[in-house]
């Protein structure tokens, strides 16, 4: 594109300069805290964060206007610095409530605002951009909304967020920054790949590519919207909190929602497909697949669930844990 090579040399010559005193302090406290045990951070898995956003940084960095993928790069890195500002005013925003939990709220928007955004500025609106702007905005408003009555609901921060303020104590207020809204923002960054292919392929007619975008689309919205409804329905009509959900799509699946949010990450590498290096960022649904089925978040809930349900534990011989398709 002619615009990028024209103000390209005044983007890089702020943005290094924030990005490495962030990149730095971000790093030294993770050594430093990993030094003490009762924080329980700096694992390896901690570092590849930081180390993933440096190596895409430093490609665009050295990238000139001649290089390979240099259009690609440049609105990635916008992408990023939308993502950075979004979530340093939700980061301001939680110091002034005193709740970290905020950024389970904004988690979706961190996919969204970039790629409305730059959808926005180009405003040539094709078919395949309207259609990837209601995706996106579809599935995260929904679950912005949902998350933010249920964080309501309960009036106080969550207790993953409040366990560790209190084992960060005077530090929580700037490290959050970064073991919550940057962490996870990178994350959701990284994910977005196939988002960004897709609003870097510019203005084009719905192709096959369309096609299992808006069918695993449908699919993961109604694994993830029916499956928290039955849940939410659950909570109000049990009779005791020891009962576990073993009805509707919760017969299916032990994490419904969770498969129906990776499906959903696959709906959005499809449309990167319509870029002609969309296949790279295929990785990245793959990636998120794996976090929710066995990296982090379904482990995370079977391990709480395992230990507070002592009925938990036949259901978990019964109902597959995360494929409905898969073996329990």
């Not at 790093?27 to 570092?47: K, Y």
């Not at 982090?296 to 395992?306: D, G, I, K, N, V």
């Amino acid at each position: 594109m002619p615009s990028v090579g024209a103000n390209m040399n005044s983007f890089k010559s702020v943005l290094p300069l924030v990005g490495v005193v962030l990149w730095l302090v971000w790093v030294m406290a993770l050594l430093v805290f990993r030094r003490r045990p009762e924080l329980r951070v700096g694992t390896t898995r901690e570092f590849v964060y930081p180390v993933a956003a440096l190596l895409i940084g430093l490609a665009w960095l050295f990238s000139t206007p001649t290089s390979p993928g240099t259009w690609f790069l440049a609105l990635y890195m916008r992408a990023a610095v939308i993502t950075g500002v979004l979530l340093t005013v939700v980061w301001i925003i939680s110091l002034l409530r005193r709740d970290a939990g905020i950024m389970d709220v904004a988690y979706p928007m961190v996919a969204a605002v970039p790629v409305l955004v730059l959808l926005a500025r180009r405003g040539s609106w094709s078919p395949h951009e309207i259609l990837v702007a209601v995706l996106v905005t579809l599935w995260s408003l929904r679950m912005s909304i949902h998350i933010g009555l249920r964080n309501a609901k309960h009036g106080k921060e969550d207790g993953r967020y409040a366990a560790w303020r209190l084992r960060f104590g005077a530090h929580w207020w700037w490290w959050s920054f970064f073991q919550v809204f940057a962490m996870q923002g990178v994350t959701v960054w990284l994910w977005s790949l196939g988002l960004i292919a897709a609003v870097a392929a510019g203005p084009q007619a719905l192709g096959w590519q369309h096609v299992p975008a808006v069918a695993l689309f449908a699919v993961g919205f109604y694994f993830q919207v029916v499956g928290d409804l039955q849940l939410e329905h659950f909570k109000k009509t049990r009779t005791e909190r020891s009962q576990v959900l073993d009805t509707g799509l919760w017969r299916l699946s032990r994490h419904p929602n969770y498969f129906g949010e990776a499906t959903i990450w696959w709906s959005f590498g499809a449309l990167g497909l319509v870029h002609p290096w969309g296949w790279v960022a295929l990785v990245c649904p793959l990636y998120v697949t794996w976090f929710m089925s066995a990296g982090s978040a379904t482990p995370m809930q079977e391990r709480y669930l395992a230990r507070t349900k002592p009925a938990y534990a036949d259901y978990m011989r019964r109902v597959p844990r995360f494929f409905p398709w898969g073996k329990p």
